[in-house]
């Protein structure tokens, strides 16, 4: 039964041939038009690491984790064919790696670093050139995909809280969790998020019910090894709001597809995925979905 979910996912994606995430051969061809794109979010052992696709090849790092990643992080960008990276964007201080994105500067010839200037700002000198990025500045990845910062912040438990943009599609991207950036954005305007990535730092710390309602997301992507469980309470909430919540401990690999209309969720399975508690989650709803289609 897995086997035949994995060929399925690999025929929706035009992909010329199967393989486990983890193996080097073949690629997988996302076959991006020139009006779509795509992000992935990788089940790494550390790290909250993403990969935003571009069309033509053209590709952006979220965060590379430490160097024990290399590994994995490589073979999973040679699977893309993400051989182009253009940026990398460091999200917060636990997600800095200096010596790590270093190398994979050199290794891929990355041209862009961006960082959170409240962050930059404490760091001494070191030898990456990032670009300082503070709230509401705007960064421009394509003719028709933009990033845009809503918070920027140096203190525990806070960061670079961003949103991609993209026609219909809006993608919000969550570092932070203390009370006063919660409250922060519950001034913003949020309502036509699509996606979100939650943060998730230990068991005691969450988005709050309001938070998450304002924003009212259809799909919710978490990050979270084998060991690290999740809050009871926290499920509970997901759970009554009615998101789809993925998780990369569960899920595996997650890639999502967007074009001007809609957004497709597809899931990788791997080995090391791991089973959650009967009923934890809408666990019938949730399990590997392949092709779900949405619109809000």
Do not use: C
């Amino acid at each position: 039964m897995k086997k035949l979910i994995i060929i399925i996912l690999f025929f929706l994606l035009s992909i010329s041939s199967a393989t486990a995430i983890g193996e080097t051969d073949p690629q997988i061809d996302l076959n991006l038009q020139e009006n779509e794109y795509g992000l992935s979010f990788l089940p790494l052992e550390k790290g909250e690491i993403a990969i935003l696709h571009l069309p033509e090849g053209i590709n952006y790092l979220i965060n590379t984790g430490p160097s024990e990643n290399k590994k994995d992080l490589y073979s999973i960008l040679k699977q893309f064919g993400a051989n182009n990276i253009q940026g990398i964007i460091v999200t917060e201080k636990r997600e800095y790696f200096p010596e790590f994105i270093t190398e994979i500067i050199k290794d891929f010839k990355v041209s862009k670093v961006y960082m959170g200037k409240s962050f930059l700002e404490t760091q001494g000198q070191n030898n990456i050139n990032a670009i300082p990025l503070s709230e509401q500045d705007k960064v421009k990845l394509s003719n028709q995909l933009q990033l845009e910062v809503i918070y920027d912040g140096g203190n525990t438990g806070e960061g670079l809280d961003f949103k991609i943009s993209f026609n219909k599609h809006l993608f919000l991207w969550l570092t932070s969790y203390t009370k006063p950036v919660q409250s922060h954005l519950l001034n913003q305007k949020l309502s036509d998020v699509n996606i979100v990535k939650v943060p998730i730092y230990n068991k005691s710390n969450f988005i709050s019910e309001e938070l998450l309602k304002h924003i009212d997301p259809q799909t919710a992507i978490l990050y979270r090894s084998k060991q690290r469980m999740l809050n009871s309470e926290f499920l509970e909430l997901l759970q009554e709001t009615w998101i789809d919540v993925y998780l990369t401990g569960q899920h595996g690999l997650i890639t999502i597809k967007f074009n001007p209309l809609n957004y497709e969720v597809i899931t990788f399975p791997n080995d090391d995925a791991i089973e959650e508690e009967p009923n934890q989650y809408k666990e019938a709803y949730l399990l590997l979905q392949p092709n779900l289609l949405k619109n809000k």
